[in-house]
């Protein structure tokens, strides 16, 4: 794999890390609307509905914790072994077809043996309907593409 996609995987990691951290230093925070940037006449309605407001913003925390541990880090800390020892996945692959989500380029390749696979790629330079030879982390699903 390249550095490009393995300082990208690790650099994802940390600031999921951090914005967990972050994330649940807030949650158990026993007065959440203090902690708000706005003004006072803002916080005083806040106030009147204080209990409604916290529990609402705790459902919002908690929602986004368990959706970046389900969808991020858990997968990340899997494949970490994989990014610093160097045993990535290798694949004969042809690519089938890709999208752009946002910024994210997602290819979907089948390999020689029938497998499907879907990654997120850095690289824009490949072309449908050929073989590459494919480095990629199965959990956190970045990949690279060598051409042969």
């Not at 999921?16 to 916080?43: D, M, P, Q, R």
């Not at 029938?114 to 199965?138: A, C, F, H, T, W």
Request: net charge positive; charged share 20%; hydrophobic share 45%.
């Amino acid at each position: 794999m390249d550095k490009v996609t393995l300082t990208y995987a690790i650099f994802v990691f940390l600031i999921s890390v951090f914005s967990v951290i972050l994330a649940l230093k807030t949650l158990f925070k026993k007065i959440l609307i203090k902690s708000l940037n706005t003004s006072e006449c803002k916080k005083n309605k806040l106030y009147q509905h204080k209990k409604m407001v916290t529990t609402i913003l705790r459902i919002i925390l908690a929602t986004y914790i368990i959706v970046v541990l389900v969808f991020i880090l858990i997968p990340s800390i899997i494949d970490l072994p994989r990014i610093f020892t160097g045993n990535y996945e290798i694949s004969m692959c042809t690519i089938q077809d890709s999208y752009e989500y946002k910024t994210d380029l997602w290819v979907h390749l089948i390999t020689d043996k029938g497998k499907n696979i879907n990654l997120m790629v850095l690289d824009r330079s490949y072309e449908q309907d050929k073989q590459y030879l494919v480095y990629y982390l199965p959990h956190i699903k970045y990949g690279t593409l060598v051409p042969i």
